[in-house]
């Protein structure tokens, strides 16, 4: 992908330049920790942007473009296991699924470009995407 023709749909001051090179617009089946309870933008800000995510873990660590991301998954066995760490916190969190829709932003899969077995999906969102809307909550089991 060519981030110098895609650099003007991130927000000002975005990163561009530090986004990986295996990461593109794609659809993809995955599962989102809401933890406002709700299927809702105020569920689906980038780490940077969300202040239910920021911990001294990813405050004090060294530059990473996944903290850019909005995090998913692509199964659901690790989600409802992320859900449990989240609801310590945020007794309210839920689960929702839906698509990693290419008119919100580009995907990659975590462990193309860090190794882990995680099906955890980094998806970097465009100026004004609403990628709530393409997810709905997925009932308890």
């Known amino acids: 992908m060519n981030f110098d023709n895609i650099a003007s749909k991130f927000p000002k001051g975005f990163p561009v330049e530090k986004l990986p090179s295996g990461a593109k617009e794609e659809s993809i089946e995955v599962y989102r920790i809401?933890?406002?309870?709700?299927?809702e933008a105020a569920s689906f800000l980038p780490t940077y942007l969300d202040?239910?995510?920021?911990?001294k873990e990813n405050e004090d660590a060294p530059f990473d473009i996944g903290n850019y991301s909005l995090s998913t998954y692509s199964k659901e066995y690790d989600a409802r296991k992320k859900l449990k760490f989240f609801r310590g916190k945020?007794?309210?969190?839920?689960?929702a699924k839906g698509?990693?829709?290419?008119?919100c932003g580009i995907v990659q899969r975590t462990k193309e470009r860090?190794?882990?077995?995680?099906?955890?999906?980094?998806?970097?969102?465009?100026?004004?995407?609403?990628?709530?809307?393409?997810?709905?909550?997925?009932?308890?089991?």
């Open 99 to 103: 698509t990693t829709d290419p008119s």
């Open 90 to 95: 945020q007794p309210c969190a839920i689960v």
């Open 34 to 39: 809401c933890r406002t309870g709700h299927v």
């Open 51 to 55: 202040e239910l995510a920021h911990t």
């Open 114 to 141: 860090t190794g882990t077995k995680s099906s955890h999906i980094d998806w970097w969102l465009y100026e004004g995407a609403l990628p709530h809307t393409y997810f709905k909550e997925e009932p308890l089991l």
